[in-house]
């Protein structure tokens, strides 16, 4: 199955309001109501000219209701189809500069609404898929600095620490959490809420971690990267941990990686994570549960 539809396939939605329209009510995004909610006997129609709302057939009624209704495109000010073609190119890992390229809005409306577009997806993230780890299984752990500018070059940016963890299995379940500080008090209160007991767990050799296999239950061992990516004895690396880091960081400018912004982006990445299978299925469930 493709994560995304490809981009002809989706372009009859986004390249058109009317058609846009009529895609979401069919997905059950929009609002849909056969029965008049406020007469309660007269039938609800759309009609051609007035395609964006409901209208009650009763004639002593007449009240008209927006197919926007509640949904995450009510109180937007772009039309329907436009937003949703920034939504797709932000679900396919175009950046802010590809798609303000490729569309006719200004640069505030794009990053507006790559924001809202993150928001809405870091909502959705299932928590209980962020406690990684367990019995028998082996989970990487690791902590980053994001917005760290190498010898004083380029925009300067206060950095936030950021620790994460990832499973070595097939799922790769991950967990991601800005931290204020690296000590040890700190860490081991995430590692508590993320990492399950029982688990084994691989660092480096902050001074942060020395203490979590007692406090934590889980089989900690080490690797001494001064010396190796790699332990010869135990075979302990995080390199896939460190690989998550690139693959995180490629994807946020560098203005972003901030206290401010840090945490929907690290959502984001969790979410894509827990629907890499079936991304815009993912998507579309955000749009149609989500409330305004």
Avoid at 38 to 57: A, D, H, P
């Amino acid at each position: 199955m493709r994560s995304l539809p490809s981009e002809k396939q989706i372009e009859m939605y986004y390249g058109n309001e009317q058609a846009c329209i009529q895609y979401l009510l069919e997905k059950g995004v929009l609002y849909t109501r056969d029965v008049c909610p406020y007469c309660e006997t007269g039938g609800m129609k759309r009609y051609l000219s007035r395609f964006k709302q409901w209208t009650c057939n009763n004639k002593k009624c007449n009240r008209k209701i927006s197919v926007f209704k509640d949904s995450f495109f009510a109180k937007n000010h772009i039309r329907c189809h436009d937003l949703l073609r920034i939504a797709y190119k932000c679900l396919s890992g175009q950046n802010y500069s590809s798609i303000l390229n490729q569309t006719e809005h200004s640069s505030g409306t794009i990053c507006d609404h790559m924001r809202l577009y993150r928001e809405l997806v870091a909502e959705f993230v299932e928590e209980e898929h962020t406690i990684i780890g367990g019995p028998g299984i082996e989970v990487e752990v690791d902590e980053s600095k994001f917005g760290r500018v190498k010898y004083h070059r380029g925009h300067a940016v206060d950095g936030v620490w950021v620790l994460g963890g990832v499973e070595r299995t097939e799922q790769r379940r991950v967990f991601l959490a800005s931290v204020p500080n690296r000590a040890a008090s700190t860490l081991v209160e995430v590692l508590r809420q993320h990492v399950k007991p029982g688990s084994t767990v691989y660092t480096d050799l902050w001074k942060g971690y020395n203490n979590i296999e007692d406090e934590l239950s889980v089989h900690h061992l080490t690797v001494n990267h001064s010396k190796a990516f790699k332990d010869p004895n135990t075979g302990a690396h995080t390199n896939n941990i460190e690989g998550t880091w690139s693959g995180i960081k490629g994807k946020i400018a560098p203005r972003n990686r901030t206290a401010t912004y840090i945490d929907d982006h690290l959502m984001e990445f969790i979410w894509r994570r827990q629907n890499a299978k079936d991304l815009w299925g993912g998507f579309l469930k955000c749009l149609k549960t989500s409330k305004y």
